[in-house]
């Protein structure tokens, strides 16, 4: 089985700086990697997806993520976070599954941005 | 193209009961998943629906059970609740084969 871990429960940042949220993978076959973001008391929402093809994989709201097969890594950025980014990250991998597939999620990170 | 719908969106029941919780899929998708995100942790893959039948099953007791019907929508029952049921339940839909998930909003299920 797949499995996911994402390296920092918390992030605190200031507003307009840089962030990283880190996530490393296990897997010995192709993968498929996700990153959801979720704001309180409601679902999870797709910031990007990594499936194939350019290891640079770009999302909504300024989000960035690159794969990193050697290193088994998905590390999802933005260059300026905003107030509005306050949520939590999960980082998951899909699973193949019968016919189909399933998503395996990290423990999630918590993401603050202060003035 | 209408997203995942799921209800009730909050639900309060006491230990021994039984629950029905829905989801309608996005639109053109003909698989559902249902996952249980405990506070504080992420989502744990329950099991997948496709074509009415149980696609996988994550690591769940048989008390969690479900169904799908023939327009997609799903229902996830759970039996014999216990305290460490309440969680938030999410629905997934997507296309069978595709790696495409759009999830619903969650049923947030507390058991007294």
């Known amino acids: 089985a797949q499995s996911v871990t994402q390296l920092d429960s918390q992030v605190p940042v200031f507003e307009e700086a840089p962030v990283e949220l880190r996530c490393n993978y296990s897997?010995?076959?192709?993968?498929?990697l996700f990153w959801y973001v979720q704001y309180p008391n409601q679902g999870l929402q797709l910031l990007l997806k990594y499936l194939s093809g350019s290891t640079l994989v770009k999302g909504i709201n300024g989000f960035e993520a690159e794969f990193n097969k050697s290193q088994t890594s998905f590390h999802l950025r933005k260059p300026s976070v905003h107030i509005s980014d306050t949520a939590e990250y999960f980082c998951a991998v899909s699973e193949t599954l019968g016919g189909g597939n399933k998503l395996t999620f990290g423990t999630g990170t918590q993401l603050k941005v202060e003035l | 193209e209408t997203g995942v719908t799921q209800s009730p969106t909050h639900l309060i029941k006491t230990r021994g009961q039984q629950v029905t919780l829905r989801c309608s899929s996005q639109s053109g998708h003909n698989t559902v998943s249902w996952y249980q995100q405990a506070l504080g942790q992420g989502p744990q893959f329950i099991f997948q629906?496709?074509?009415?039948?149980?696609?996988g099953r994550g690591n769940f007791p048989p008390r969690f059970s479900g169904l799908q019907f023939p327009n997609y929508s799903s229902e996830l029952n759970v039996n014999a609740l216990e305290l460490d049921d309440s969680a938030l339940y999410l629905c997934?839909?997507?296309?069978?084969?595709?790696?495409?998930?759009?999830f619903g909003s969650g049923t947030r299920l507390t058991v007294v």
């Open positions: 997934a839909s997507s296309l069978q084969g595709a790696n495409g998930y759009t």
């Open positions: 897997s010995s076959v192709s993968v498929y």
């Open positions: 629906y496709y074509r009415e039948e149980e696609n």
